[in-house]
């Protein structure tokens, strides 16, 4: 038997054992997370229990594919963001921390990183979750015509950004809260609270490693 004759046989194989098993649902947020905030724990508690899903995946990206390695590098490393990540989530059973891009290392595209997780998990649907500010930058990911096809992408509403697209989008209405990393980080800068903004862990996590200050 040739090996391109094996590897179907095992991919068939693969398939019909999954088959037997219910299908699970599972939510992504990716992101950088530079730091994490309510915006970030709100949408995906609210994700969750509108899609009725089995897990949300917090997943950081290694280097952000829009936003050029130069800009984000310096500012913090990964192992601080997904510190803050883990803190964060610790006290919801239903988020769980996904490394794939961290670990795969280099530009985080989306479409890598679906493929990998689905040769892995084929018995899973994906529900990846952008806010109203990635939808509108839809367009420009990589392989996006494939993309579509082999996840469910879940928007949600961000003020200033307008509900469509061109793609097929399930829209989850959430409370809208205006929270940016950007603006965690120029709060810090600026030796103003964050209380309530992150949790109270990742506030102590920014203070006590002196992060955001330039
Ligand atoms: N307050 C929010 N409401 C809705 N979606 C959000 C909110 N904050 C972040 N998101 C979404 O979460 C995902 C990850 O966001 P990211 O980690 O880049 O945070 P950010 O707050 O947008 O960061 P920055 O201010 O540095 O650009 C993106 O899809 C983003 O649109
Ligand atoms: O694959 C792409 O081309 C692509 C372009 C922009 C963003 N993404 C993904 O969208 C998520 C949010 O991105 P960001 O820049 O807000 O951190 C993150 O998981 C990125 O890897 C992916």
């Not at 999954?18 to 992504?28: E, L, T």
């Not at 997370?33 to 917090?58: A, R, S, T």
């Not at 939808?135 to 469509?164: A, Y």
Request: charge should be positive.
């Amino acid at each position: 038997m040739n090996t391109k004759t094996q590897k179907q046989l095992l991919t068939k194989a693969k398939l019909e054992f999954h088959s037997n098993f219910p299908k699970r649902h599972v939510g992504i947020l990716g992101g950088t997370f530079n730091p994490i905030h309510l915006g970030h724990l709100v949408i995906g508690e609210q994700v969750y229990e509108q899609l009725c899903l089995d897990k949300v995946l917090f997943l950081p990206d290694k280097v952000p594919p829009h936003r050029g390695v130069h800009k984000t590098i310096p500012e913090i490393n990964s192992d601080d963001r997904v510190n803050m990540i883990k803190l964060a989530i610790r006290n919801n059973m239903h988020f769980d921390l996904d490394m794939t891009d961290i670990k795969r290392g280099g530009v985080s595209y989306t479409y890598e990183t679906i493929r990998m997780l689905k040769e892995l998990n084929p018995n899973t649907e994906y529900y990846f979750i952008v806010g109203g500010d990635m939808v509108e930058n839809l367009p420009k990911w990589s392989h996006i015509d494939e993309l579509v096809q082999m996840v469910h992408f879940v928007g949600v509403c961000r003020k200033g950004f307008e509900k469509k697209s061109k793609y097929p989008i399930l829209w989850v209405n959430t409370p809208e809260l205006e929270i940016s990393s950007s603006m965690i980080r120029q709060r810090v800068r600026e030796h103003k609270s964050i209380k309530y903004l992150v949790p109270d862990d990742v506030a102590w996590y920014i203070k006590d490693r002196g992060l955001y200050n330039d």
